[in-house]
């Protein structure tokens, strides 16, 4: 039953989370756009249509975006220097290597079944009267 | 780039790229079923719907492997730059094959039954606690929400909106998401497959990409030190090396004390010096070539003037530009960044600079030897006409990923276990006349004129739902019923056929038990107390209505089954691999306890009394009489 109520709320969560996305998104993707960048007030309809899940699914970072951006036409940052791109790539392979490695060890030691091939252990009873 | 963004912007090779994707996803599925069918006919096959679902899960984690090995074989082998100028759309196909993966997932394993699809989902298999029984299905609706989001903002859009550093941390989430997705696959598929060749698979994928990128990492310390000066002083002034160091219309990059990196072109101009990044992803424009006057990123083709760094119109991108000067044929870039588009005045090297003999520079600040590329390859850009070279490359490295995808399809196909022998005839609907009995699941007791046998078939309605409500009113009643049926080892089922009168009570029979009936009902034989080892599972599914019908894929499934009425039954499998079959329940004919709702599709071992109905056993059990194994 206790699982059965963090689902419900989760669920609920998520309805509301979609419900101001549904809203939010259009409102970003056609009205809104343009104040992120000259360069994206004229995109067409089609291609605002294209943009439109991502507005709808991220909603909170747009909404920290445009706050951000109030007073300031562009606080874009430029990327990071590719080699330390690279290193940083890198260097998340050294954590995720092991961890996908040990949960398929984990996953094919489980996965032998032996326990099923079982005959009847210990049958103590008798056959009884109808 | 900043203007006239569009969809897509298709150019012939983003056409045949997505050409070639498409032929590698439909070469994918195709060897799946094609093996599968082959391998399993008849009453053996496997389910279509399960078919396709496994089929889609191999073709998509494939899919994202060859994604991610792009950026390091790239960085080793530059003339792979086909695959990341277009990696985006192979990274939007993977999340729509995954996509395909989850809806139809949901749809058969969690639809058609008592709750919401998505309820289902979250409620039906949730025992975080055990690695054995952990709900896979988490893993890969996390790792889902993650691609979704990737490639939802896979625009150019998205890049200028939340800006190039803020979109590269966004899809660094793509590596967690790998890690949900192995944990999926290891946790879910692996548990319906046999043997070492799917897992082995999945280690060397993991392994491959890790050993790509020490692979690349290597290759970029041996160019780093043989190839960039590093300056550790204060001077503004830093030195790049002899003129002839640098290519013509290409670059040596220099790193400033602050560790950012200048890029020192050499072109028609002079030599000029701009920032090492890209505006559009931070690409490398040192890597890059002068391409009619303009510095082209070598990795979507953006481009900028050599002399002042900005982006040629209309494009309004501008990158900081620095002072270069030639002092004894010695060029030196000054570390103090210009503005953005500023055009400082390029350095010209006299035909004497050009003559000059390169001279050592260390990593302290002097110039190495300007050492010749060990190898010329040719730049790749999107719009532009592609050599011999290049073209090769693409042959090779499409069908080196068809093979691939087509080797981890038929990998997977072949290592499934059979789904074993059922049938499920929705194709005629039968007529079955005999005395409804309540185990508590509806049961239809037959007797074989002419042996004298006691039949029993279990009743079920259509979907998840079992028949129980529906048949209360018709219980002790000698009635007809209508219907598809599902056999399994001898046993049998009938799905009820929907519609007003699906169950007809004989005319000749009042809706009322003879004494015959009677008996046939109360013969029930008690044998005991049993210990057995097995799995529950619900008889709908495993008796031919979803192949397989059991294990830990179809764990959610089953207890959603067994949820709606369908009747839970122990499989036991002995040694001399003969199956039996057990209707479990509870104590006083009540249905199965819930508790044991969390060990539905598990390895148990469970305690109970052995009644036999005809020729149906029934497990009697309580709470407490079953563990895990």
């Given amino acids: ?130 | 780039m900043s203007v006239g963004y569009r969809a897509v912007s298709w150019t012939t090779h983003k056409r045949w790229y997505d050409a070639a994707l498409t032929v590698g996803v439909l070469l994918s599925i195709g060897v799946y079923a094609l093996l599968t069918k082959l391998l399993y006919t008849g009453d053996e096959a496997i389910s279509d719907e399960v078919l396709l679902i496994r089929s889609l899960g191999a073709c998509a984690i494939t899919l994202l492997h060859l994604a991610l090995a792009i950026g390091p074989l790239h960085r080793l082998w530059p003339e792979t730059a086909p695959l990341l100028f277009n990696r985006r759309h192979l990274g939007v196909l993977t999340f729509l094959v995954a996509a395909l993966h989850a809806v139809i997932s949901v749809g058969f394993y969690h639809g058609f039954g008592i709750m919401n699809p998505l309820r289902s989902l979250l409620v039906n298999s949730t025992n975080y606690a055990s690695l054995q029984a952990f709900p896979f299905e988490m893993l890969g609706l996390m790792a889902l929400m993650v691609l979704f989001t990737l490639a939802a903002t896979s625009h150019d859009v998205w890049l200028k909106v939340l800006s190039p550093l803020r979109w590269k941390r966004l899809h660094m989430l793509l590596y967690p998401a790998y890690v949900l997705l192995v944990g999926h696959v290891a946790l879910g598929g692996l548990q319906v497959r046999s043997g070492w060749a799917a897992p082995s698979l999945l280690i060397l994928g993991a392994v491959g990409l890790a050993g790509l990128h020490l692979a690349a990492a290597l290759a970029d310390g041996r160019r780093r030190r043989t190839q960039l000066p590093q300056s550790n002083s204060d001077h503004p002034w830093l030195a790049v090396g002899d003129v002839e160091s640098i290519p013509f219309d290409r670059a040596r990059t220099v790193y400033t004390p602050s560790g950012d990196r200048i890029a020192v072109f050499r072109s028609d101009v002079g030599i000029t010096a701009i920032d090492n990044r890209c505006a559009h992803q931070g690409g490398p424009l040192g890597e890059g070539r002068v391409i009619d006057g303009c510095i082209t990123c070598p990795w979507h083709g953006w481009q900028y003037r050599a002399g002042d760094g900005c982006a040629p119109p209309p494009f309004t991108e501008k990158l900081r530009t620095y002072q270069v000067r030639i002092l004894d044929g010695r060029v030196q870039v000054n570390a103090l960044a210009c503005e953005p588009g500023h055009a400082p005045f390029p350095a010209v090297p006299e035909p004497a600079d050009s003559a000059s003999t390169p001279t050592q520079i260390t990593r302290s600040g002097a110039a190495p030897d300007a050492k010749p590329p060990r190898r010329e390859h040719e730049f790749y850009v999107n719009y532009l006409p592609t050599g011999p070279r290049l073209r090769l490359m693409a042959i090779l490295t499409t069908g080196a990923a068809m093979c691939v995808l087509a080797a981890v399809a038929a990998t997977a196909a072949l290592s499934q276990r059979s789904p074993g022998m059922a049938v499920w005839d929705d194709g005629h609907i039968r007529q079955f006349t005999g005395l409804l009995v309540a185990a508590p699941a509806p049961v239809l007791l037959t007797i074989d004129p002419t042996t004298g046998q006691q039949h029993t078939m279990l009743i079920v309605e259509v979907g998840k739902h079992g028949a129980a409500e529906r048949l209360a009113p018709l219980i002790g009643a000698r009635v007809t019923a209508s219907g598809w049926l599902l056999q399994r080892d001898g046993r049998t089922m009938l799905e009820l056929e929907p519609g007003v009168l699906p169950i007809v009570a004989d005319p000749a029979q009042p809706v009322a038990s003879t004494p015959d009936d009677d008996a046939l009902a109360r013969a029930t034989t008690n044998l005991g107390t049993v210990t057995l080892r097995g799995e529950i599972v619900d008889a709908k599914c495993f008796w031919g209505a979803m192949k397989p019908g059991d294990g830990k894929t179809h764990k959610a499934c089953a207890t959603l089954c067994i949820r709606g009425g369908i009747p839970p039954v122990l499989v036991v499998r002995s040694q001399s691999a003969q199956t039996q079959y057990y209707l479990v329940r509870g104590t006083g004919a009540t249905p199965m306890p819930r508790l044991l709702e969390s060990l539905i599709a598990d390895p148990i071992e469970i305690t109970g009394t052995h009644l036999r109905l005809g020729d149906l056993n029934i497990l009697e059990v309580t709470e407490q009489s079953a563990r895990r194994l």
């Fill in chain 1, 1 to 130: 039953m206790g699982m059965d109520l963090i689902v419900d709320i989760l669920l609920v969560v998520a309805a509301v989370y979609l419900a101001i996305g549904v809203i939010f998104g259009p409102w970003f993707v056609f009205r809104t756009l343009g104040r992120c960048d000259p360069g994206l007030a004229s995109v067409s309809a089609w291609l605002r249509a294209f943009l439109l899940p991502a507005a709808v699914g991220l909603w909170p970072i747009l909404t920290v975006v445009l706050l951000r951006r109030r007073g300031s036409p562009q606080t874009g940052t430029a990327a990071r220097e590719p080699e330390l791109q690279s290193r940083l790539h890198r260097t998340a392979w050294l954590l995720i290597l092991p961890v996908s490695l040990a949960l398929v060890i984990a996953g094919w030691a489980i996965s032998a079944d032996p326990n099923l091939v079982a005959a009847n252990l210990n049958n103590t009873g008798k056959a009884a009267t109808p």
